[in-house]
């Protein structure tokens, strides 16, 4: 039985892990576009974006995941996601790199705009381009302060990710909770707790040692 | 041949007017002292000629090369200006030393940047910098981060970093107001020994003996006008403008 288990843990757990990697992926970068567009200085960029982060941080995830999942198909009368699994998986990890790069991109705003401005006046009376300033002073700086906030996002969106089951994603939850049908059974939910416990443990070593990396400055 | 002149120069912040038409010039290797209380406009004044501020109307002129005049419209390219604000250096009141670079690296990083793409040429900027960090005194903390080092040691790294691009005029925004007392006067010899060297400097600052000591002139600045200037005998010991003296009346109450 122990084996059994595992082996349908193990499978529920690479789904979690494929939409933990993907919506990292995809969020980390978009978050930064999206932090320029809350900074810009054209209102019409910079209030649609803020309404946007607005929206998606002041409502559930898991209403947006039943939102992008069933709205198109209801709205639009088309099937956008394409069927079975795989489409229940791409709508998932859409509604997660939306909600998780406009939090990012909270992050990012925060950490930019925490740099001094004389760090930028530095540069520019030394003759450096923006281009520059950005990259050779000011960024460096950003990831260091970003670095503990950032980190606590990424560990909850480990476990956000089981939320992906509201629209059948089989993760790792929904694996383990199937035992209690079929067997009887509850120790399976432990030991899903199990594989959280080392995965996020395992990030906080690897965010620590970043740190650790990044301590050398103030 | 003045090396700088600045004509007429306004600056409004909104309807708050900062610089109200200020004109002066200053010959190479002069030490131009500017005094005057906060609000005055004399950091504005430095902000604008290190391009920082874009100033409303008036005229700079570097070596009779005109930088900016207010009366042409047109505005310059990001990439002109970057060349303008060359001629000159800027000392900041916090140093804004580059936290994650060595004392080193941060006076070599704007001339690699600039200059040093073949490798000649940077063996020669890390030479010279190695040579402006030693006449500042820090041979033996090139290496050193800026949290490990002492105000007046940041801010002596921040002057060799604004002299590693070779300025005309290398300009001090009240180099020594963060600084403890006890470490004011090492800042102050490092300027006193650019003075002896004849480095073209405007200094902002509220050091009244050490303007006296460093200066060939003194500018007297209130309510964004140059209300007396001067040598420093005439400015500072026997001011005739009634500004100048209660100002001066004013700072030596509270020594």
């Known amino acids: 039985m122990f084996l059994t288990v595992t082996l349908a843990l193990l499978e529920g757990f690479l789904a979690t892990l494929r939409l933990f990697v993907l919506t990292l992926l995809f969020a980390l970068p978009l978050g930064l576009v999206i932090s320029f567009g809350s900074m810009s200085k054209i209102q019409a960029i910079r209030l649609p974006i803020r309404f946007i982060i607005w929206v998606v941080r002041g409502t559930p995830l898991m209403l947006q995941l039943l939102v992008i999942y069933y709205g198109p198909g209801i709205i639009l009368h088309t099937n956008v996601w394409g069927s079975g699994n795989g489409g229940r998986f791409i709508a998932a990890l859409v509604a997660f790199v939306i909600n998780y790069s406009c939090y990012f991109s909270e992050i990012y705003r925060g950490g930019i705009q925490s740099i001094p401005v004389g760090q930028y006046e530095a540069g520019q009376v030394l003759g450096m381009t923006k281009h520059q300033i950005f990259f050779k002073i000011v960024l460096l700086q950003v990831i260091k302060r970003i670095v503990p906030p950032i980190s606590n996002e990424i560990i909850t969106l480990v476990k956000d990710t089981s939320l992906a089951r509201v629209i059948a994603v089989y993760e790792i939850i929904w694996e383990g909770q199937a035992f209690i049908k079929s067997a009887g059974i509850i120790w399976p939910l432990f030991y899903t707790g199990a594989f959280y416990l080392i995965f996020s443990g395992l990030l906080t070593v690897i965010f620590g040692k970043i740190e650790e990396r990044l301590s050398y400055f103030r | ?255």
């Not at chain 2, 970057?82 to 080193?104: D, I, M």
């Open chain 2, 1 to 255: 041949m003045s090396i700088l002149e600045v004509s007429n120069l306004k600056k409004n912040f909104g309807s708050t007017r900062v610089l109200e038409g200020i004109s002066f010039s200053m010959d190479e290797g002069e030490v131009l002292t500017i005094i005057g209380s906060s609000g005055s406009g004399k950091t504005t004044l430095l902000r604008c000629l290190n391009f920082l501020e874009t100033p409303d109307s008036g005229v700079i002129k570097v070596k009779d090369d005109v930088l900016f005049d207010g009366s042409e419209q047109i505005r310059a390219s990001e990439e002109e200006i970057r060349k303008k604000r060359l001629h000159f250096g800027l000392v900041f009141q916090s140093f804004n030393l580059f936290p994650q670079y060595t004392a080193l690296q941060n006076v070599t990083l704007a001339p690699l940047l600039h200059f040093g793409d073949d490798p000649g040429k940077k063996a020669e900027i890390e030479k010279h910098a190695e040579e402006l960090l030693g006449q500042m005194g820090l041979f033996d903390r090139m290496d050193n981060y800026p949290h490990e080092l002492s105000g007046g040691q940041q801010q002596r790294v921040a002057i060799a970093r604004a002299l590693a691009l070779k300025p005309d005029i290398l300009c001090f925004d009240e180099p020594t107001s963060a600084l403890d007392p006890e470490l004011t006067g090492e800042v102050l010899k490092v300027i006193r020994n650019l003075a002896e060297k004849k480095t073209t400097m405007i200094i902002v600052t509220h050091e009244m003996s050490f303007a006296h000591d460093v200066s060939d002139k003194v500018i007297f600045m209130a309510s964004g006008l140059i209300e007396e200037s001067g040598t420093p005998e005439e400015v500072i010991d026997s001011p005739k403008n009634e500004r100048t003296q209660q100002f001066l009346a004013n700072y030596r109450k509270e020594r």
